[in-house]
């Protein structure tokens, strides 16, 4: 039985409906009177400030679960085109992990920003030299729109990947007057690298050494009163070149303050403090240490030399030369197989060689030339424009890291 509604103070739907003053007699009226009495109340909720929040915050869901459905980073035409205007620019993607970047584009792009690792997937699907072949000759069509001039493409520089050299050789058989070249700076990073590997005192010393003074305000406070008008031990990242070998040298250059700010500090504070310690009563380390800046100084200032721009060909081959010069005179098992290492690695850059030539020719050095050794549509006009050919692939490694640190204590 359907309840009659009564005027009363006990009967709050009364006070909210006030024209309904009496019995219903009618069972088709009671029906109505109740429906209206829940269309009334449901109506009077919708206005309640909870049930706003509710709704606003089941809408955001939604919509968030479509944007994981639909924005999959492999269709996505917004990564695709952020991608495009990051490379655009010159910013590197890992500028994606900086927070307020990222929340900035989020507001005010209303999408959601993607990571460095994603946006890396925008373009291929896989690197080898197959789509390198497809994207050179696509550049080269974007350059000669109509017919593309394949004798008036004279050097490709590229990494030494393998698939890199593998699609040098492929093209080749399109542009016979080009000639493929490694990145030499690349080349004396692989040399550091082989470095690194031989001292695992030192190694172990700079590893640590990074690791004491991260996040910790008293142990900085200390090092920047006992070693007044000293920066602080620098933070190698092996992905940046020759930071390591400036970071032994370093520690070469100021060993015994670094030693006395470290027997200051309390090994139970950290590991990596009693490890260093370790390393610091090793009898080997000031020995190395001496000897990778009296050897390998010179890699450093070379790595730097060669990402300067508009740096000639001739000057590029120079600072080659001086670190080949250098190390020739190496001694001791660490020194030939470094010295190994740096034969090996020119040894295979045909490209470089066929560069030297060429330069000895612009120099006037070589005044008697075997053209054999050039390709038959070769002509001596075509050695004109090697004058300030590059041979570094790179040129622009610290423009955007040395920013960071303008104002910083290292």
Not at 132 to 152: E, H, Q, R, S
Not at 173 to 187: E, G, P, Q
Request: aromatic share 10%; glycine share 2%; with cysteine.
């Amino acid at each position: 039985m359907l309840r009659y509604l009564k005027k009363s103070k006990d009967n709050k739907n009364s006070t909210k409906c006030p024209n309904l003053q009496k019995y219903s007699t009618n069972m088709q009226e009671k029906i109505w009177i109740e429906q209206y009495i829940k269309e009334f109340n449901v109506s009077q909720h919708i206005r309640t400030e909870k049930h706003v929040k509710s709704a606003k915050r089941q809408k955001d869901q939604v919509q968030r679960k479509s944007q994981l459905l639909t924005n999959q980073p492999t269709k996505s035409d917004f990564n695709k085109d952020l991608c495009e205007a990051m490379v655009a620019a010159n910013i590197p993607f890992n500028k994606f992990s900086n927070t307020i970047f990222r929340s900035f584009l989020e507001k005010y792009t209303g999408k959601s920003i993607p990571f460095e690792a994603t946006l890396r997937k925008e373009e291929l699907t896989k690197t080898n030299h197959n789509t390198i072949c497809k994207v050179f000759n696509k550049a080269m069509t974007i350059l000669w729109p109509g017919d593309i001039m394949y004798n008036n493409v004279l050097l490709f520089l590229s990494d030494a990947a393998p698939y890199m050299i593998k699609a040098g050789s492929v093209l080749k058989n399109l542009y016979t007057k080009m000639i493929h070249t490694t990145c030499s700076a690349h080349a004396l990073i692989r040399i550091a690298e082989e470095i690194r590997g031989q001292f695992n005192t030192v190694d172990e010393l700079i590893s640590n050494m990074k690791k004491i003074f991260r996040k910790a305000p008293y142990r900085i406070a200390l090092f920047k009163l006992i070693a007044q008008g000293i920066r602080l031990p620098p933070e190698p990242i092996l992905t940046r070149w020759g930071t390591w070998l400036e970071a032994a040298i370093y520690y070469c250059e100021n060993f015994q303050i670094i030693c006395s700010v470290i027997n200051a500090l309390d090994e139970n504070d950290a590991h990596s403090i009693k490890k260093v310690k370790l390393c610091l009563w090793k009898p080997e380390l000031e020995n190395n240490l001496a000897y990778i800046k009296s050897n390998f100084q010179v890699l450093t200032m070379a790595i730097v030399k060669l990402q300067t721009k508009n740096l000639s060909l001739a000057d590029s081959l120079t600072v080659i030369q001086e670190v080949k010069s250098k190390f020739q005179s190496l001694k001791g098992t660490q020194g030939k197989a470094v010295l190994l290492k740096l034969q090996k690695v020119f040894e295979k850059n045909e490209g470089l060689k066929m560069l030297e030539k060429i330069s000895n020719i612009l120099e006037g050095k070589d005044e008697i030339s075997d053209m054999s050794q050039f390709p038959d549509d070769y002509s001596c006009n075509d050695f004109v424009y090697f004058k300030y050919a590059p041979t570094t692939s790179v040129d622009v490694e610290r423009s955007f890291s040395s920013h960071k640190t303008l104002l910083s204590d290292n």
